[in-house]
């Protein structure tokens, strides 16, 4: 404890803590003041020490310095900036779970394990002329496939590691009138979409974010379907489906008092987007009877039947959304690649090792397939930062905030 002095004039009382390399943050010498939380009581100390010598720090200039002195692999710098941005549980839990090293020491052990046999087959080249062979093939050809199940299964997690780090798209479907900018309120709880009875008030999407339970949807009301000769309607109904294409889920409402050619709507949608998950939504149930209801509950199996002006059902349809979100791999704590650079490194680090597993099935000289080797060691350096450029790491740093 003590005080900050400008000349003669006390700035405030703080605490300043010391941490001495290499136990600190970036493992260099660093001294961490705490003053009150005044921003001109900052500004001040900031400026008194810019005055005397020091600079402000650049945008992730702490994080690069834990990188450059070993602190932590590229991955974890990286997932440091997508902990603080991370808006929900499952962001969370992704950054916080790659940021302590999940994902970097698997990615360490493969190429360790590859680097191994690359040396062997490079030292085979150095006496090529001997014909000695100094690298098993058998147990080559089995950490080849090791490895490529391992990155096959990492490619595979970004799908669900993107959208829930970006949020899970979900377009509300249907045709004019169903009460999709209706159900968009609800959900939000608030007025965000224009409500009317006129046909086709909605023409161009609009997008919100709610969190259900740790996890983000990004939910996009979109234009009603149907045969229309309005110029600007007919731009909205195709962005309609430029919508269902980008989501992960789709929520297709169908008015409960006029349900026929609606139905036949879903059936239409289903056959076009077969590999989509497209959930049925009943809405205006408010509007039948108990009887009529039930016979509903038969005609249309497997749908969720709400009031979105009484707001009934919404409670039943979010823990639906839930469940149809794809986060078993979270639960199960396997490790979620979320990151778009990593996503492109593993498909490339993939496309070399298929290259390697070729030239090993048809026996080929390890001449020839060496290259891929090396090609797929750069590839998983990159992840890492055992490969790195300044324009790499002056692009990754960039996106940090001051001071971190």
Do not use: W
């Not at 040396?119 to 147990?139: G, H, N, P, Y």
């Not at 026929?260 to 809405?283: F, S, T, V």
């Not at 979100?325 to 690649?337: D, P």
């Amino acid at each position: 404890m003590g005080n900050i002095v400008a000349k003669d004039r006390i700035i405030d009382e703080v605490l300043v803590s010391i941490f001495k390399n290499p136990h600190s943050y970036t493992g260099e010498n660093i001294v961490e003041i705490n003053c009150h939380g005044s921003v001109y009581i900052q500004q001040e100390i900031m400026q008194l020490f810019l005055e005397n010598g020091c600079r402000n720090a650049t945008a992730g200039e702490f994080t690069l310095r834990a990188f450059l002195n070993g602190k932590m692999d590229l991955s974890q710098a990286e997932a440091v900036a997508d902990l603080i941005a991370s808006d929900s549980q499952a962001s969370h839990k992704i950054a916080l779970q790659q940021m302590r090293g999940g994902f970097a020491n698997e990615i360490k052990n493969l190429r360790q394990e590859l680097l191994n046999f690359a040396s062997l087959i490079e030292l085979e080249l150095d006496f090529a002329e001997e014909d000695v062979a100094f690298a098993d093939r058998v147990q080559f050809t089995n950490l080849v496939h090791k490895i490529t199940t391992t990155l096959k299964q990492l490619i595979d997690s970004f799908a669900v590691g993107n959208v829930l780090k970006n949020g899970i798209p979900v377009a509300i479907v249907g045709a004019p009138n169903v009460g999709k900018s209706t159900l968009l309120n609800a959900l939000l709880n608030e007025e965000r979409a224009i409500v009317s009875d006129i046909a086709g008030t909605t023409r161009d999407a609009i997008e919100d974010e709610l969190n259900i339970n740790g996890i983000t949807f990004r939910f996009i009301d979109t234009a009603g379907i149907r045969e229309t000769t309005d110029y600007v309607e007919r731009i909205g109904i195709r962005k309609t489906y430029e919508n269902v294409e980008k989501a992960q889920l789709v929520l297709f409402l169908i008015e409960a008092v006029s349900k026929k050619q609606e139905a036949k709507q879903l059936d239409e949608l289903r056959e076009k987007y077969p590999n989509k998950n497209i959930l049925a939504i009943i809405n205006k149930v408010d509007l039948l009877t108990s009887d009529e209801i039930q016979n509903l509950k038969l005609n249309i199996q497997n749908s969720i039947l709400i009031s979105s002006k009484e707001k009934t059902g919404i409670k039943k349809l979010k823990e639906e959304l839930t469940k149809l979100a794809n986060i078993g791999a979270l639960s199960n704590n396997q490790t979620i690649v979320s990151n778009s650079r990593h996503f492109e490194a593993l498909n490339n680090a993939l496309t070399s090792i298929k290259e390697v597993q070729k030239g090993i099935e048809n026996n080929i000289s390890s001449d020839l397939f060496a290259t891929d080797i090396r090609d797929a060691l750069h590839y998983l350096g990159l992840i890492s930062g055992e490969v790195t450029t300044e324009d790499l790491l002056g692009n990754i740093f960039a996106n940090f905030c001051i001071g971190k």
